[in-house]
C-alpha cells in the first residue's frame, strides 16, 4: 500500500490582530499537533462543525498553506517540494460553493484549461476538456457557458471536472455537496462514488453531514476545536463512538419518523 | 438591466456634449479664438457672437470650443496616470506580506490626506504652472484613492474560493492578477475612473482659475473664469460660458461613474429566491 | 379556530410570477412546515404574509389573518402586528440583529413599543426571556453586543425577541440552517417547547425535510412557486401524491438508510 499523504504533528495557528495597542496579541489555534496517514485507495472522511479546523487541515494538505509546526509529506518528501507543479498535478480539490469556487468572468472552458496550462499538462487540452466534462455529465457545448448561467449542480460538476482534468491521483472535497439542493445532492454525491470507483481515485472527503460521510467513506477522523478527538472505520466509529463529541455528533443527526 | 437608469443616460449625454465640442474643436470654429479685436471688446451674445466676445475682442464660443482641448486632456491625462498608478499601487499592497502592506497603507493615508488641489498648487509653485506640472499633480494626488479603493476590492477578492481554486491548480501571482484579479476588478474600474475624471477636471479648472494650469495663449475654461469674472458688472453672461462648460462636464463624469456603479454593482442586484 | 388563512396568493417580480396561487390554512396552535429548495419560493411566501416583501413585488390574493385580512396593508398597520402578534425568527442571526446594539436592548424594544413598557421593565423581562431561551447568565448575557455570541446563542436571542410579546404565530425561516448540526438540535428543542407552552401556531420554512418532519405535523411542499402537495407528515411519508414530494421523500430517505446502515450494522 503507497502511503501517498502523510501529516506529522501537523499544527497551524493564528494570530489575531490586536485589540489595542498595549494588550497582547491573541492566538487561535486552528489545528493542533495533527497526525494523518492517507494510502492509496483509502476513502477518509473527515468530520467536524465549523471551527473544527477541517478547513485549516485541508488547505495544508493542498500546501496552499504553511504549517506553525509539523510537516506533510507526499510520498515521502516534506512539503513545499522544490517542484510544486508534480505535486499539484497529483493531488486536487473541490470546494464547498461552486458559486464561490468558479471565477463569474471565465468560461467554463477557461476554467478547466487553467490547471492543464499551469500544470503544464502534456495531452492535447481540448480533446481532455471534452473527456473530462463527458465524465462529470456534462455535454460539450457546456464549454462556452459562464457559472451564472448553470445551476448549482452544473457548477458543482464544472468544479470536479476542473480537479478532475490533470489525472490526479488524490481528490480532497470540501463539503462538496453542502451547497446544493437536497435533489442535486444525491446526483452529486452518486457521481463521486462512481468517479472514484472508475478512476481509482483516493478521496478525502470533508464533510459535517454524517449521512455523506457514511456513504463515501471508508474510514474516518472526527476533529473538534483543531484536535482530532477520535478515528477508526466509519462503521466502527458511527456504531459504537467513543468520545462524547461524536456521541453528541451523532445523537444530532436529523432522523425520519419511524413510519412505514 | 440599463433600462431606466437615468443617471447613465445624462451621464453618458452630458460628456458626450463636452466630447464632441472636442472633437469639434479640431474640425472648425467660428473664429480663430486667438485673435484679437480690441474694438469688440466685452460685446455681449449676438448674432455674430453668440456667446459674446472677451475682453480682448475674442469670440467666447471658439474659445470654450477650443477650451475643452485642455480640460479633457487634461484630464484624461491625469486619471490615466491615477488609474495605472493606483491601480498597480493597490494590487501589489493587497498581494504584499503584512509587513510591505502596514507601512504601504500609511503611506497611502498620508497621501490621501493631502487636498488633491493643494498638492497640485505646491508643484506649481516648485516647477512652474503647466499643463504637465498640473497633470502629474492631479494624477499622483487621485492615485491614491483609487489605490485604496482597489486595495480593498482585491483583498476581496482574494478571499474568493475562486483565487484558491486558482492556486490549487498550479497558478501563479501574475497570473491570478491577469485571469482573477482584473477582470473582476473592471467594474468598479470604470466607476473609479468616471468619478476621477470628474475630480481631475474640477481640479484642473481650479489650478487655471488660480492661474496654475495651462498658461496662455492655449484657452482653457478655468483661465476665461478668472479673467472674465472681473467684468461681471458689465455683464454677468460671460463668466457663465466657461462656467457652465465645467458644471456641465464635471457633473457628466459624476453621473456616469454613479450610473456605471448603478448598472455594474452585482450588490445592487439582489436576487430574491 | 383558524388563525392563519391564505387564498391565492401570487407574487410577481415585473414581469416574473415568483410565487403561484398559494392557499393553505393554519390553525391556532397548529404547525405547519413549507418544504422546498432554493427558487421555490418558500421565503418568498413567509415574508408577503407580514408584509416584508421588497417593494418591487406585486402581491395579489388573500392572507386573513384572525379574521382581519392583512395582505397589502400598510406598513404603519402591519408593524403593530409584527413582532407582536406575529413573531419572526430568520436564518442568519448575525445579520438579523443589530450589531451596533446590546442585545438584551433588542430584546426589549418590540415590549417598548408593543406594551408601552418602560426600558428598566423592559430590560427585566428581557432577562427573563434570555433565561427562558436557556441563555446562561443572562444578567451579564444581556449586555453583550450580537458579535461577541456565539451563532446558536445569537439565534436563542433572535428566538427571545420573536416571543417577547407571546405571538400568537411564530415564522421561522430556516432558523437552523446556519447552525452546527449540534446547536442544531438543542435550537430545535427549544422552539419547540416555547411553541408548545405559548400555545403559538408555528409555520416553519426549510429546505430539510427531516428537521421540518420533526417539527410539524403538515408539511406544504413547494416548487418553483407552486404548492405541489399539502399533507400531514405521516401522509408525505407513506405514500406522496406529487412526484416532486416523492422525490424529496426518497432522497430524505436514502440519507437516512446511509447513515442507519452504517450506525447500526456496517454494510450489506
Known amino acids: 500500500m503507497t502511503e501517498l499523504l502523510r501529516a506529522d504533528a501537523l499544527s497551524r495557528t493564528f494570530k489575531l490582530p490586536r485589540a489595542s495597542l498595549r494588550s497582547e496579541r491573541s492566538v487561535r489555534r486552528a489545528l493542533i499537533d495533527m497526525n494523518l496517514s492517507v494510502n492509496e485507495g483509502d476513502r477518509l472522511g473527515i468530520v467536524g462543525e465549523s471551527g473544527s479546523g477541517k478547513t485549516t487541515l485541508a488547505r495544508l494538505l493542498l500546501g496552499l498553506d504553511v504549517p506553525t509546526s509539523g510537516a506533510v509529506s507526499f510520498l515521502g518528501d516534506t512539503l513545499p517540494l522544490s517542484d510544486m507543479r508534480q505535486f499539484r498535478r497529483q493531488i486536487q480539490v473541490v470546494f464547498q460553493d461552486p458559486r464561490s469556487s468558479l471565477?463569474?468572468?471565465?468560461?467554463?472552458?477557461?476554467?478547466?484549461?487553467?490547471?492543464?496550462?499551469?500544470?503544464?499538462?502534456?495531452?492535447?487540452?481540448?480533446?481532455?476538456?471534452?473527456?473530462?466534462?463527458?465524465?462529470?455529465?456534462?455535454?460539450?457545448?457546456?464549454?462556452?457557458?459562464?457559472?451564472?448561467?448553470?445551476?448549482?449542480?452544473?457548477?458543482?460538476?464544472?468544479?470536479?471536472?476542473?480537479?478532475?482534468?490533470?489525472?490526479?491521483?488524490?481528490?480532497?472535497?470540501?463539503?462538496?455537496?453542502?451547497?446544493?439542493?437536497?435533489?442535486?445532492?444525491?446526483?452529486?454525491?452518486?457521481?463521486?462514488a462512481d468517479l472514484t470507483a472508475n478512476l481509482g481515485l483516493t478521496l478525502i472527503l470533508i464533510s459535517h453531514d454524517l449521512s455523506v460521510i457514511a456513504r463515501l467513506c471508508d474510514d474516518v477522523v472526527v476533529m473538534q476545536h483543531g484536535v482530532a478527538v477520535e478515528r477508526g472505520k466509519t462503521v466502527d466509529v458511527f456504531r459504537a463512538p467513543s468520545h462524547p463529541f461524536t456521541k453528541t455528533l451523532i445523537a444530532s443527526v436529523p432522523r425520519l419518523p419511524e413510519l412505514s | 438591466m440599463m433600462r431606466g437608469n437615468r443617471t447613465l443616460t445624462i451621464g453618458v449625454s452630458l460628456v458626450s456634449f463636452s466630447v464632441l465640442l472636442f472633437l469639434f474643436s479640431f474640425i472648425w470654429t467660428p473664429y480663430d479664438p486667438l485673435?484679437?479685436?480690441?474694438?469688440?471688446?466685452?460685446?455681449?451674445?449676438?448674432?455674430?457672437?453668440?456667446?459674446?466676445?472677451?475682453?480682448?475682442?475674442?469670440?467666447?464660443?471658439s474659445n470654450i470650443i477650443v477650451g475643452s482641448r485642455v480640460t479633457l486632456i487634461t484630464g484624461v491625462l491625469a486619471v490615466v496616470i491615477c488609474m495605472l498608478v493606483g491601480v498597480s499601487i493597490g494590487i501589489a499592497t493587497a498581494m504584499s506580506p503584512k509587513w510591505i502592506e502596514s507601512p504601504a497603507i500609511f503611506g497611502i493615508d498620508i497621501v490621501l490626506a493631502l487636498p488633491t488641489v493643494l498638492f497640485a498648487i505646491v508643484l506649481?509653485?516648485?516647477?512652474?504652472?503647466?499643463?504637465?506640472?498640473?497633470?502629474?499633480?492631479?494624477?499622483?494626488a487621485l492615485s491614491a484613492s483609487v489605490a485604496q479603493v482597489t486595495r480593498r476590492e482585491v483583498n476581496v477578492i482574494l478571499l474568493a474560493d475562486y483565487v484558491v481554486a486558482a492556486r490549487a491548480s498550479g497558478s501563479r501571482i501574475p497570473r491570478i492578477v491577469r485571469k482573477h484579479v482584473l477582470p473582476n476588478l473592471r467594474a468598479s474600474l470604470f466607476v473609479q475612473a468616471s468619478s476621477a475624471s470628474a475630480i481631475a477636471i474640477l481640479a484642473e479648472s481650479t489650478?487655471?482659475?488660480?492661474?496654475?494650469?495651462?498658461p496662455p495663449p492655449d484657452p482653457s475654461w478655468g483661465r476665461m473664469m478668472a479673467s472674465l469674472q472681473q467684468y461681471l458688472i458689465a455683464d454677468p453672461i460671460f463668466p457663465l460660458w466657461p462656467g457652465l462648460a465645467i458644471v456641465i462636464t464635471v457633473l457628466g463624469f459624476n453621473l456616469l461613474g454613479d450610473g456605471l456603479r448603478e448598472a455594474l454593482d452585482p450588490t445592487l442586484r439582489r436576487d430574491v429566491e | 379556530m383558524t388563525l392563519l388563512q391564505v387564498r391565492n396568493l401570487t407574487i410577481?417580480?415585473?414581469?416574473?410570477?415568483?410565487?403561484?396561487?398559494?392557499?393553505?390554512?393554519?390553525?391556532?396552535?397548529?404547525?405547519?412546515?413549507?418544504?422546498?429548495?432554493?427558487?421555490?419560493?418558500?421565503?418568498?411566501?413567509?415574508?408577503?404574509?407580514?408584509?416584508?416583501l421588497p417593494d418591487a413585488a406585486a402581491v395579489a390574493g388573500s392572507v386573513v389573518f384572525d379574521g382581519a385580512e392583512i395582505l397589502n396593508k400598510s406598513d404603519g398597520e402591519l408593524s403593530s402586528l409584527r413582532g407582536n402578534r406575529i413573531g419572526m425568527v430568520f436564518q442568519e442571526p448575525l445579520t438579523a440583529l443589530n450589531p451596533l446594539m446590546r442585545v438584551g436592548k433588542q430584546i426589549a424594544q418590540p415590549l417598548r413599543i408593543h406594551r408601552g413598557m418602560r426600558m428598566k421593565a423592559a430590560l427585566a423581562r428581557a432577562i427573563e426571556l434570555c433565561a427562558r431561551?436557556?441563555?446562561?447568565?443572562?444578567?451579564?448575557?444581556?449586555?453583550?453586543?450580537?458579535?461577541?455570541?456565539?451563532?446558536?446563542?445569537?439565534?436563542?436571542?433572535?428566538?427571545?425577541?420573536?416571543?417577547?410579546?407571546?405571538?400568537?404565530?411564530?415564522?421561522?425561516?430556516?432558523?437552523?440552517?446556519?447552525?452546527?448540526?449540534?446547536?442544531?438540535?438543542?435550537?430545535?428543542?427549544?422552539?419547540?417547547?416555547l411553541v408548545r407552552e405559548e400555545g403559538s401556531a408555528l409555520m416553519f420554512v426549510s429546505h430539510d425535510l427531516p428537521v421540518v418532519s420533526s417539527m410539524t405535523e403538515r408539511v406544504a411542499v413547494m416548487r418553483s412557486g407552486t404548492m405541489v402537495e399539502l399533507a400531514t407528515v405521516g401522509e408525505l411519508f407513506s405514500g406522496a401524491r406529487h412526484e416532486y414530494s416523492q422525490k424529496l421523500v426518497q432522497a430524505a430517505r436514502r440519507s437516512d438508510d446511509d447513515f442507519v446502515r452504517v450506525s447500526r450494522g456496517g454494510r450489506a
Not at chain 1, 470536479?160 to 437536497?182: G, K, N, Q, Y
Request: charge should be negative.
Open chain 3, 133 to 193: 431561551v436557556g441563555l446562561p447568565d443572562p444578567e451579564r448575557l444581556v449586555r453583550s453586543y450580537p458579535h461577541q455570541l456565539s451563532g446558536g446563542q445569537r439565534q436563542r436571542i433572535g428566538l427571545a425577541i420573536s416571543l417577547a410579546c407571546n405571538p400568537s404565530l411564530l415564522i421561522a425561516d430556516e432558523p437552523t440552517t446556519a447552525l452546527d448540526v449540534t446547536v442544531q438540535q438543542e435550537v430545535l428543542k427549544l422552539i419547540n417547547e
Open chain 3, 12 to 52: 410577481r417580480f415585473g414581469q416574473k410570477l415568483v410565487v403561484d396561487d398559494v392557499s393553505f390554512d393554519l390553525d391556532a396552535g397548529q404547525r405547519l412546515g413549507i418544504i422546498g429548495e432554493s427558487g421555490s419560493g418558500k421565503t418568498l411566501t413567509s415574508l408577503a404574509i407580514i408584509g416584508l
Open chain 2, 207 to 214: 489650478l487655471s482659475y488660480l492661474g496654475l494650469g495651462t
Open chain 2, 35 to 61: 485673435e484679437i479685436n480690441p474694438d469688440l471688446s466685452l460685446t455681449g451674445p449676438s448674432s455674430s457672437h453668440w456667446m459674446g466676445t472677451d475682453e480682448n475682442g475674442r469670440d467666447i464660443l
Open chain 2, 124 to 140: 506649481a509653485a516648485v516647477y512652474g504652472p503647466s499643463t504637465f506640472t498640473a497633470v502629474f499633480a492631479i494624477g499622483i
Open chain 1, 103 to 192: 471565477n463569474p468572468r471565465m468560461s467554463v472552458e477557461d476554467i478547466i484549461l487553467e490547471p492543464l496550462e499551469c500544470l503544464a499538462v502534456e495531452e492535447p487540452h481540448a480533446a481532455r476538456i471534452d473527456e473530462v466534462l463527458a465524465s462529470v455529465g456534462l455535454s460539450g457545448d457546456m464549454r462556452t457557458r459562464y457559472p451564472h448561467e448553470l445551476s448549482g449542480g452544473q457548477r458543482q460538476r464544472v468544479a470536479i471536472a476542473r480537479a478532475l482534468a490533470p489525472r490526479p491521483r488524490l481528490l480532497i472535497a470540501d463539503e462538496p455537496v453542502s451547497a446544493l439542493d437536497v435533489l442535486v445532492r444525491d446526483e452529486i454525491l452518486a457521481l463521486l
